[in-house]
């Protein structure tokens, strides 16, 4: 059985583009009960459209509810449950064992998958979460491959999804009390600050008790140092070693990132998964789209002390970017032209290139911009209804892009 790959859709427009761009299946979340409360997820408005969309394309969806609960959070969960029955969710994500029997009760059809964030790491937390009903593990970032094959020889039939693409916690699967602390704004109720990213300024140096003389790196830019930033998660490269393993599903990380990283994100690893002849053209978007500093995490070393990859040392500078996204090509409405949902600033005369699921890149620079009524202008901006008129060949749901001129946000 191939190994599925999972995307994430932080909204309608996000799950369209990940099912698009290749995605076997989605995890969404819904307005509350999420991980991520500051992605847009999902209100009851858009159950239609998320039906009609899972019917056409014939994709699964999964919809995390991985919050660490409260008791009165519990007792709305128990009064959703009819709202949550509307939607077609294959899957239910959760990390809180006290909603196994909800779920058990009132979705006995829908598979229960086990979040990274309970933290399973070994074959015999493996075997009792699947005792209780779980036909799936997210397997807790800190597992190496060898960990992986181990849980997956001892507990064959159980499915076994891992992340493979985006952003590490420095924290243990998630579970970090920082932003709460220094923010008041909880990381385990789907609100985390990312207090993790941000700069800190050193008064003395890092050197522990027991170990005279020994330092911890810290390096700083303008005086301030990203010591708790981990770099993003990379393994595009090792895609057979993961399957190897015993891997069911491929996960990238990425809710509240943009619609365009999900889609160059998602392209780059279907091309890998399907062993594309044209993979390594794909595969060089991850360098161009926004991401720290690469590494493969955990994956090659079987415990924190013989890390040999670096992820413990923090991205020493913020996100990387090649391309900034100008926007998605909507409908033809006439000859050669199309609507635009403009989300930067285009200017006529610039390079700029269109993407697409099965072409790497269209570029051009002699299009002509129209406004609402059709008249040629300098610039089309976000907001605005605007149009494109190209010799390009072009459909709905292309995305524009061009170079930009600063590479390293900070």
């Known amino acids: 059985m191939a190994m599925e790959l999972l995307s994430p859709a932080g909204n309608i427009e996000k799950m369209e583009t990940?099912?698009?761009?290749?995605?076997?299946?989605?995890?969404?979340?819904?307005?509350?009960?999420?991980?991520?409360?500051?992605?847009?997820?999902?209100?009851?408005?858009?159950?239609?459209?998320?039906?009609?969309?899972?019917?056409?394309?014939?994709?699964?969806?999964?919809?995390?509810?991985?919050i660490l609960f409260k008791e009165s959070q519990i007792e709305q969960l128990y009064r959703m449950k009819d709202e949550i029955e509307a939607w077609p969710f294959d899957a239910f994500l959760v990390s809180d064992i006290g909603l196994v029997p909800f779920f058990q009760k009132y979705f006995p059809n829908r598979q229960l998958h086990l979040s990274t964030q309970a933290s399973c790491l070994n074959s015999e937390s493996a075997k009792m979460y699947k005792s209780m009903g779980f036909s799936r593990i997210v397997l807790g970032r800190e597992a190496s491959l060898d960990d992986i094959k181990r849980i997956k020889d001892k507990v064959p039939e159980l499915e076994l999804e891992a992340f493979v693409h985006g952003a590490m916690c420095m924290a243990y699967s998630g579970r970090c009390l920082l932003s709460a602390h220094l923010t008041g704004r909880?990381?385990?109720q789907g609100d985390c600050s990312h207090t993790c990213r941000w700069k800190y300024r050193m008064y003395y140096a890092i050197e522990e008790e027991e170990r005279p003389g020994k330092f911890f790196p810290i390096e700083e830019n303008d005086g301030y140092t990203t010591i708790l930033s981990s770099k993003d998660l990379c393994m595009i490269d090792h895609i057979n070693e993961l399957e190897q393993a015993g891997l069911s599903s491929l996960k990238i990380e990425g809710r509240m990132k943009s619609t365009y990283y999900v889609a160059l994100v998602t392209r780059a690893y279907r091309k890998a998964l399907d062993d594309a002849p044209d993979k390594d053209e794909y595969k060089k978007d991850l360098w161009d789209v926004s991401h720290r500093q690469y590494t493969t995490g955990f994956y090659f070393s079987s415990s924190a002390v013989e890390e040999k990859d670096d992820v413990f040392m923090p991205a020493s500078y913020g996100y990387e970017r090649q391309y900034l996204f100008l926007g998605t090509v909507r409908q033809k409405v006439a000859d050669g032209i199309y609507a635009l949902d403009v989300r930067n600033q285009i200017k006529k005369g610039q390079q700029i290139e269109f993407i697409a699921p099965d072409i790497h890149l269209l570029s051009d620079n002699r299009y002509i911009l129209l406004d609402e009524s059709f008249n040629e202008v300098e610039q089309v901006d976000h907001g605005k209804i605007s149009y494109i008129k190209t010799s390009l060949e072009l459909k709905n749901g292309y995305m524009i892009r061009r170079e930009c001129e600063d590479k390293i946000v900070r």
């Open 18 to 66: 990940a099912f698009n761009f290749g995605a076997d299946a989605v995890y969404m979340g819904l307005e509350r009960f999420s991980l991520r409360a500051n992605a847009d997820n999902f209100g009851e408005d858009e159950i239609n459209r998320v039906i009609s969309l899972k019917r056409e394309k014939n994709k699964k969806i999964y919809c995390t509810m991985n």
């Open 186 to 188: 909880s990381g385990n």
